[in-house]
């Protein structure tokens, strides 16, 4: 149906390995942001960005990076800078309201 | 600058029972409102919203907010539920103008339908 795809859903990694999570829109919107959420902490800002080749830090960008070459894509990398990078991460892109991806569950063992 | 607050973590309820969800928000300058509801391991989808006109919005799933911009409210209610209502409603705000203008989330409010 179209939207936003995040992939893959369920991915486990080593401790200290960097992995990337995949983002991609069809929506052509401009702005789009990666969330990490945790059991009863809502929804938390990692990076957003609001144009192609342009992101700012949000709330909890420590340990992530992100880049926008592409309107369409917004990988977000965890680095093993992370230090509690086990979690689910949501995806998201905006016009108005925004619009979410299915999730990728992480799990660094 | 914006925020949010759900004044219930938590909401048990009874099947066919009414149900009302809190948010309250502060923001020095106009928003929109919206309500997004997430099912276990799944990403969240919009259940309405409020952009301008009629205080009253009606979603999906049976689901309708009332924006009251005296009391910066924006509570959710359905007047029965169903067991598969039970998931985790989250209600955010953005400002409708402005160089910031990121969506604003409050922390949730997991709905337990039961039996």
């Known amino acids: 149906d179209g939207g936003i795809t995040q992939s893959p859903k369920y991915l486990f990694r080593k401790e200290g390995q960097n992995v990337t999570l995949s983002c991609e829109q069809n929506?052509?919107?401009?702005?789009m942001y990666w969330y990490r959420q945790d059991p009863g902490q809502g929804l938390r800002l990692i990076y957003y960005s609001q144009i192609v080749n342009d992101f700012q830090k949000g709330d909890i960008a420590e340990g992530y990076s992100v880049s926008r070459e592409k309107k369409e894509s917004f990988p977000l990398t965890v680095t093993s800078a992370q230090k509690n990078p086990t979690a689910f991460y949501l995806c998201?892109?905006?016009?108005?309201?925004?619009?979410f991806g299915q999730g990728t569950r992480l799990t660094v063992v | 600058a914006q925020s949010v607050t759900q004044l219930d973590s938590q909401v048990p309820v009874f099947e066919e029972a009414p149900v009302e969800l809190r948010c309250n928000y502060s923001s020095s300058v106009s928003v929109y409102l919206f309500w997004y509801v997430q099912y276990p391991n799944q990403g969240l989808q919009l259940l309405l919203k409020?952009?301008?006109?009629s205080t009253l919005v009606k979603g999906i799933n049976g689901f309708e907010a009332e924006f009251n911009k005296s009391q910066t409210s924006f509570h959710l209610r359905k007047p029965s539920v169903h067991i598969s209502d039970t998931a985790e409603y989250f209600c955010a705000v953005r400002a409708h103008a402005g160089n910031n203008r990121k969506l604003i989330w409050g922390l949730g409010t997991s709905l337990a339908v039961n039996p």
């Open positions: 998201a892109n905006s016009n108005t309201e925004a619009f």
């Open positions: 409020y952009l301008s006109g």
């Open positions: 929506l052509n919107h401009d702005a």
